[in-house]
């Protein structure tokens, strides 16, 4: 006897929503690390639980939120737009195979110049966030400029990021170290091995 389909659909009750979140959120999680650990790809994850609580996610191997951010950014309008159509495809074909309804409708569907001026929006409203955030970062040092619990749990975040991006540039440091000096012990023990040969 298989698992029952579930009819996918927005549920009512706030705790509900909060568990299936906790649960899902953590089979996403899982299978990102295993995305990017298998096939060695940048992934970087956002969630906003029911409740607000934002969550970020960036692959061991990515090299940081900003830099993945920036290749996005570097993406041509054409190349995002192809993107969006592949996306949507494949939106399609999952949704063929289950009982929810995929409402193409609610995908946002503009021109090409209302598409680039809701991009334009967006930019500014994302430069406006950046210019936000970074003067509370900046203004970290001194407890005194804190004003709410969402400003700590963004340094929090911020810190937590940048420590995860320090170690796993000290590991990479650390390996490619280690491959040097092995390199030198065999590059040594070759030279040693000459020199002997040479003196008999």
């Known amino acids: 006897m298989g698992r029952k389909k579930l009819k ?3 549920l009512e009750d706030l705790k509900a929503r909060q568990a299936k979140y906790s649960k899902r959120k953590t089979g ?5 690390k295993e995305l990017n650990i298998l096939c060695e790809v940048d992934v970087v994850l956002l969630f906003f639980s029911p409740s607000g609580r934002p969550t970020l996610f960036v ?3 990515s090299t940081g939120l900003s830099s993945i951010l ?6 041509s309008f054409e190349e995002r737009e192809e993107r969006r159509a592949y996306t949507i495809e494949m939106l399609k074909k999952i949704y063929e195979n289950s009982e929810s309804e995929f409402d193409l409708l609610s995908l946002p569907h503009a021109t090409n110049a209302d598409t680039l001026k809701l991009y334009e929006d967006e930019l500014q409203e994302l430069k ?3 210019v ?9 040092r001194n407890p005194n400029n804190v004003e709410d619990l969402n400003q700590i749990k963004m340094m929090e975040d911020h810190l937590i990021a940048s420590l995860n991006g320090l170690r796993s540039r000290r590991n990479q440091l650390a390996m490619e170290q280690q491959i040097r000096e092995r390199e030198l012990e065999v590059g040594f023990s070759i030279s040693m091995k ?5 003196q008999l």
Do not use: Y
């Not at 920036?70 to 993406?75: D, P, V």
């Open 70 to 75: 920036k290749r996005l950014s570097n993406l």
């Open 132 to 140: 936000e955030k970074s003067k509370i970062l900046r203004d970290w």
């Open 28 to 32: 996403i999680l899982k299978k990102a």
């Open 128 to 130: 406006d966030k950046l």
């Open 59 to 61: 692959g061991q191997n």
């Open 8 to 10: 996918i659909q927005r």
């Open 194 to 198: 000459l020199i002997m040969h040479f």
